[in-house]
């Protein structure tokens, strides 16, 4: 892994360094100014995780900023992986995101297209989409390692921020996915986290390639897991969320089942997975995606045998 002996002093960055196998986890905001949910949706992953994804209004849905939830999260004694989208800000507000993210202690950044708002609630809104999820990976490092703005004017003091970027193995053509990461790792990506996983068959593949590329000799892949939580929500994703992969196979495990045993049938699966992951070549960790279950995160992380959390200095 090559290392340009730069520190953000993010604990993600010292365990995947260490070589410890990481272990993320995924908050949601909530759709107001709610710090007392906030909380509740947060506390369950002190110690389960390395650092907390902090969604940016996912789906084009209106919540607390990106930014505000993450600060809180360093308030109280948590570390943050601050998601930005490119749908909502030129590169002026990017900039200067990416600094206040740093003066207020966040860590981590994972830069992301976003989805868009025509998935939302507001879907008459503009989009910007002044630079995409690439160029965005590119300035963050820019800023970061040359203490520089995109106009080449300097940064008093650069952010420190270890940069992240998300990976789709599953998108069409799903053959060219690899040569897509590749071209965030040269960006300058420090990490990636993947989409969630349902075909182990096409990722192994999508992994292969990867190895056989030498990216994962550039950066630290995290596999995405989201348990399912019933057969409904198994065939919803199939059919209805684009670039998800979700073969019959699992739907008919889940059916098997009765519906009260659905959602354990969609943590065994789960934790199958992160077992193979622990095995995989490449893999150097796994993102935990519970969607408004983070509750069941401290289980499925025992469950997973993933505690406790290593501390690095």
């Not at 800023?143 to 998108?171: L, Q, V, Y």
């Not at 073969?247 to 008919?252: A, N, R, S, V, Y």
């Not at 089942?257 to 699966?269: L, N, P, S």
Request: hydrophobic share 40%.
């Amino acid at each position: 892994m090559s290392d340009s002996g730069y520190k953000s002093g993010s604990n993600l960055e010292k365990v995947l360094k260490a070589g410890h196998f990481a272990f993320t986890g995924e908050c949601g905001p909530p759709k107001g100014a709610n710090v007392g949910h906030l909380k509740e949706k947060m506390e369950p992953l002190r110690d389960m995780v390395d650092a907390i994804n902090v969604t940016d209004n996912q789906t084009a849905v209106v919540r607390m900023s990106s930014k505000a939830a993450s600060a809180l999260m360093v308030m109280a004694g948590l570390e943050p992986n601050f998601q930005m989208v490119c749908r909502d800000r030129n590169r002026i507000a990017i900039q200067s995101d990416i600094l206040g993210a740093s003066a207020l202690g966040i860590r981590n950044m994972l830069c992301l297209s976003g989805d868009h708002q025509q998935f939302g609630n507001h879907p008459e809104s503009k989009n910007v989409f002044d630079i995409d999820s690439i160029q965005l990976i590119a300035v963050a490092k820019k800023m970061r390692d040359e203490g520089k703005f995109i106009n080449d004017e300097a940064i008093d003091e650069p952010p420190k921020i270890f940069i992240g970027a998300a990976s789709n193995p599953f998108g069409d053509p799903w053959q060219f996915r690899a040569h897509r990461l590749a071209n965030k790792i040269d960006a300058g990506a420090d990490f990636i986290q993947t989409q969630c996983i349902y075909n182990m068959e096409r990722f192994r593949e999508f992994m292969k390639q990867a190895v056989d590329m030498g990216l994962t000799g550039k950066t630290h892949i995290l596999a995405g897991v989201t348990p399912m939580k019933s057969a409904g929500m198994a065939n919803y994703m199939a059919k209805f969320v684009p670039g998800m992969d979700v073969p019959q196979e699992l739907i008919k495990r889940l059916k098997g089942v009765d519906k009260k045993m659905q959602a354990e049938e969609g943590i065994k699966f789960a934790l199958e997975q992160i077992e193979e992951f622990k095995q995989m070549e490449g893999v150097a960790g796994v993102h935990l995606m519970a969607i408004e279950w983070e509750h069941r995160v401290p289980e499925i992380a025992e469950r997973a045998g993933v505690l406790p959390r290593p501390k690095v200095d």
